[in-house]
């Protein structure tokens, strides 16, 4: 095969050492350092030595993550490549053999590098991801309060709509100090809940022992923790993204999307879409919302979509399944799609047309215009016609049709 890149690097990359092999005009060298800085500056040193302009590694966990940090301030191109695009070749099991087998594939020019964004993005995603892991360990605990008041015969649940609201967190307060009146319980309502004082007084009567006021007063503290680290990381996101603020509103436009949703679609996208991705099916395959592709001797075999970004495809799913009842384009999609397949698929559907429509947003610089909750009516308007009348006529009536001036 004809060579294309002259003065190339492979390493085959692991927690504690790296084994990495140049191959130049001059031949091969193979060598194994540590991946504590200091050697990994040896490393960077040693390639530089033989001239290499590109290098290649697996993207192994976040294994690769201290090598690029040092590689990128240096003016040699760095590919980090998906490991299941290496694997093709059988019999190549150790170190030494994979670390060749990737300088000889980037030498031939038979490698794709994946979608590493710049250090201030991934800065930015590392705070996203972690806020949202936040967030949701916020919402267990509020789960693991609700559990402990079962446990107290305490029946709050059934009578507020929000279990962690203003008035419920201070009657949980109060029981956690050791009140049990229900009478003097039912007097934190406010506003609306105020009608509901006879429900409270039932709800709250309960039988609340020690063991049960640690749980909830432990609880409550770490919830009240949480918030604050989260508003902490909302902060910094609000201002590293300060620059983005037009493109966070397109994305806010989006039915589904929330300021914090837009903030996580632009950290894993990139601010750049354009550039990192041609078209909006290429972002969408990506971020494994799309079938996957087997086929073999005009066979399909399974669809199962492959892995991808799972931060992007959790988050979609869940403004897919937010826009379930409303009444715009995306809900009728959801509605309509729903009847054929299941509560499912019918998230990754909503949440690929999302991404595209974040896409075309993001490249076009517009905001979203709905198309109506009537789009799919009107595209199958004549069937529908036809149809109508046709099970009009069979229960017996005749039908005339006349268009509304």
Same mark, same amino acid.
């Given at each position: ?18 084994? @990495? ?18 050697? &990994? ?41 998906? !490991?299941? %695009?290496?694997?093709?070749?059988? /019999? ?13 594939? &980037? ?70 100090? $050791? ?90 996208? /990139? ?43 959790? !988050?979609?799913?869940?403004?897919? %399944?937010?826009?379930? @009842? ?12 729903? !009847?054929?397949? $299941? ?14 429509? !974040? ?27 036809? %149809? ?7 229960? $017996? ?6 268009? @509304?001036?």
């Amino acid at each position: 095969m004809e060579v294309i890149i002259e003065r190339v690097c492979g390493m085959d990359v692991h927690k504690d050492n790296i084994t @990495a092999c140049v191959m130049t005009p001059e031949g091969k060298e193979i060598q194994t350092f540590s991946t504590k800085t200091v050697f &990994l500056v040896k490393l960077v040193d040693w390639i530089k030595s033989h001239g290499c302009t590109h290098v290649a590694m697996e993207s192994t966990g976040v294994f690769w993550k201290p090598i690029v940090n040092l590689i990128e301030a240096e003016e040699i191109e760095f590919l980090v490549v998906n !490991a299941q %695009h290496l694997k093709a070749v059988p /019999g190549r099991k150790t170190d030494v053999k994979d670390a060749e087998w990737i300088a000889q594939l &980037l030498r031939h020019g038979l490698l794709k590098a994946s979608f590493i964004p710049d250090r201030n993005q991934r800065e930015l995603r590392e705070l996203v991801r972690y806020r949202r892991s936040i967030i949701e360990e916020r919402a267990r605990q509020h789960n693991r309060i609700q559990k402990v008041l079962e446990g107290a015969n305490i029946k709050l649940g059934s009578v507020v709509s929000d279990i962690m609201g203003v008035s419920s967190k201070d009657m949980l307060r109060a029981i956690a100090d $050791g009140e049990d009146d229900p009478e003097k319980l039912s007097t934190f309502a406010r506003g609306t809940m105020k009608k509901k004082k006879d429900e409270l007084e039932r709800a709250l009567k309960g039988y609340v022992n020690p063991h049960q006021r640690m749980m909830l007063n432990t609880i409550l503290t770490h919830i009240d923790f949480l918030t604050e680290q989260i508003e902490k990381l909302d902060q910094e996101v609000a201002q590293r993204v300060s620059s983005y603020q037009e493109d966070i509103e397109r994305l806010d436009s989006i039915p589904g999307i929330a300021k914090r949703m837009a903030e996580q679609i632009l950290a894993e996208v /990139g601010t750049d879409v354009k550039k990192q991705f041609q078209t909006a099916p290429q972002l969408c395959s990506w971020a494994a919302l799309v079938p996957g592709h087997n086929e073999s001797a005009g066979n399909r075999k399974s669809t199962k979509s492959k892995k991808g970004n799972k931060y992007l495809k959790s !988050a979609l799913t869940e403004a897919a %399944h937010s826009v379930g @009842a409303s009444k715009n384009y995306l809900g009728a999609l959801y509605r309509r799609t729903l !009847a054929r397949k $299941g509560r499912k698929r019918v998230a990754i559907v909503v949440a690929h047309a999302i991404l595209r429509i !974040a896409f075309y947003l993001l490249t076009r610089k517009e905001m979203y215009v709905d198309l109506g909750a009537d789009y799919f009516d009107k595209q199958k308007q004549v069937s529908i016609v036809r %149809h109508s009348v046709r099970r009009l006529e069979s229960l $017996g009536y005749t039908v005339t049709i006349t268009e @509304a001036s």
